[in-house]
């Protein structure tokens, strides 16, 4: 979290560059259960004020590399892997990844490490996946989905969101992510961004006057400049 905070703002949490989607406040949140590899859960609650709305949200998880010794036998000719990424609807099935709801597909290779971001506020039509496992240059694909927002609304519980590895053969492959609470990956672990308009900013952004300071916030807090 502190890597990707840093990248965004400067020592006094206000935007190094343009912002990202136009966006007025920034909010991150951090995990809140990293019990299971493939699980991930983000308390999207609190924070926000009924002023605010959702512009885009993503996932932002750091893979740990993969060495060759550790690497499936399923990989060995097609070193690549198809990283899915579900919302939760029964926390009683992790283990059924298809038994969930599809938001996001990510297209990597198996031997790479560091950050995958996934947009899970829109995604795309999941039938694009068979072009994305053609074209090594497409990343992501994005599916008709509103997570997030389903949650901020309250219009769906908040179970989380799974992420299953698979070989382009479809078998499903380990992949290790670093959590929250490992000492030595403590910068990287996973964290959910929310990029957020503020209609009570906008009414005040008027042609005479600059723009005001994006505000950037941890864990739902809103960080300003004094």
């Known amino acids: 979290m502190i890597d990707l905070y840093d990248t965004i703002t400067d020592s006094h949490g206000v935007t190094r560059a343009r912002n990202p989607y136009n966006a007025h406040i920034v909010r991150s949140y951090i995990e809140r259960n990293n019990s299971l590899n493939d699980f991930f859960y983000f ?3 609190a924070g ?3 002023s605010e709305g ?3 949200a ?3 998880l750091h893979r740990m590399r993969t060495t060759h010794e550790e690497l499936h036998p399923s990989l060995y000719l097609t070193p690549f892997y198809i990283l899915s990424l579900y919302q939760v609807h ?3 099935q992790l283990h059924i990844p298809d038994l969930h ?6 297209y990597v290779p198996a031997l790479g490490s560091g950050w995958e971001v996934f947009n899970v506020k829109q995604v795309r039509n999941p039938q694009f996946c068979n072009y994305v496992i053609r074209h090594a240059d497409c990343i992501t694909i994005t599916v008709f989905s509103q997570a997030v927002l389903d949650w901020i609304k309250g219009e769906r519980p908040n179970h989380g969101f799974l992420i299953a590895a698979t070989s382009l053969s479809g078998e499903r492959v380990p992949i290790r992510f670093s959590r929250r609470g490992e000492t030595s990956h403590h910068s990287k672990q996973p964290i959910l961004v929310l990029f957020n308009e503020d209609s009570e900013i906008q009414q005040q952004l008027l042609p005479t006057k600059p723009p005001l300071t994006l505000k950037v916030s941890r864990n739902g807090k809103k960080l300003t400049r004094p």
Do not use: R
């Not at 709801?101 to 990510?106: D, M, T």
């Open 101 to 106: 709801k599809l938001i996001a597909v990510n």
């Open 54 to 56: 959702v512009l885009e």
């Open 43 to 45: 308390n999207v609650s």
């Open 48 to 50: 926000m004020s009924v």
């Open 58 to 60: 993503e996932l932002h």
């Open 90 to 92: 029964d926390p009683s």
